[in-house]
């Protein structure tokens, strides 16, 4: 995999959104974070346009990111929110001069288009990381773990005390594999797309939000018989938040649905990871050669 040189004071940041619509008056406390950090902040010219939910046309947001793309000024690129848009315009876009010149790619949820697509077709490491509306509602400890994976520190995460469901849930093991994934249900839609995920001999991350638990199940059931599972080399499960049910209940939560879609299989698997749409996000590398310990104690520690 390529990796993109890390941040340093004086770096600059293209800050767009490819998807919903933001305000000044939302992206302000986190350019003020960033500029407390040394670095420089630049805007999309289309960031504050909108379209309906959208922040402007396909045709603006697009623009917006093929110049932060092309440019020889920009070290990274900060999305300032997440929702719906990425998969409309992904298509149109040309990474041939990103490719030459990588650059990280910062962002989660519906950015998990644009992980997936970077991965495929480009080889390049990406941040599954909070985005501009998310910064500036870091606690100290995860602002600070973010800082530091971006200008260079290794990462790697390590916990003695689970989560009721990860001791209910987890299974024990050890695995080694590049880290892929992102948010469930975009990963779901980019099946049988140029965009979609080889996740063979790779570590899984899934993380998701606001889906009915039935979903859920369509959707794990739709990546265990398109192979997505079965060769993986382990699993993490992220936040699996604020889920709904029917009047007649599905009868699992959204970790239940997943333990059971893995069953048959024997990776190490991994849940209640602090990363997802939850406050504290904690960042991970996408395309990075990572190791996955599941035991009393957890580790996932990313190669340096």
């Not at 000024?73 to 929110?81: D, E, G």
């Not at 990963?187 to 063979?200: K, V």
């Not at 936040?239 to 970790?255: C, L, R, T, V, Y």
Request: with cysteine; hydrophobic share 40%; aromatic share 8%.
């Amino acid at each position: 995999m390529i990796r993109p040189p890390y941040l340093k004071p004086g770096d600059t940041v293209a800050l767009i959104s490819t998807a919903r619509k933001v305000s000044k008056a939302e992206v302000k406390p986190c350019i003020d974070i960033l500029k407390s950090w040394g670095l420089e902040v630049q805007l999309g010219k289309n960031l504050f346009k909108a379209e309906n939910q959208f922040a402007g046309s396909d045709e603006e947001r697009t623009a917006d990111f093929q110049r932060a793309l092309n440019s020889k000024t920009v070290s990274a690129i900060l999305f300032a929110r997440g929702g719906y848009g990425t998969a409309r315009i992904i298509d149109n876009l040309d990474f041939k001069r990103f490719a030459k010149n990588p650059k990280w790619l910062i962002g989660f949820s519906d950015i998990t288009v644009i992980h997936s697509h970077v991965h495929r077709h480009f080889g390049i490491e990406t941040f599954h990381a909070p985005m501009s509306l998310n910064i500036p509602r870091l606690s100290p400890q995860c602002l600070g773990v973010l800082k530091s994976t971006l200008f260079g520190e290794r990462l790697s995460y390590s916990s003695s005390k689970q989560q009721p469901i990860a001791e209910k849930l987890n299974r024990k093991g050890k695995a080694k594999g590049m880290l892929v994934g992102g948010n469930l249900s975009i990963l779901y839609s980019l099946g049988g797309t140029p965009s979609d995920l080889d996740t063979a001999g790779k570590i899984l991350f899934l993380e998701d939000l606001d889906e009915y638990l039935y979903h859920i199940d369509r959707m794990m059931m739709n990546l265990k018989r398109g192979g997505k599972l079965q060769n993986l080399a382990g699993l993490v499960v992220g936040a699996m938040n604020d889920m709904k049910d029917n009047d007649i209940p599905f009868g699992k939560s959204a970790e239940e649905i997943i333990a059971a879609a893995v069953a048959e299989y024997t990776f190490p698997v991994l849940f209640g990871f602090p990363s997802g749409h939850i406050q504290n996000n904690f960042p991970l590398i996408f395309g990075r050669d990572a190791t996955l310990n599941v035991a009393d104690k957890t580790d996932l520690t990313f190669a340096p």
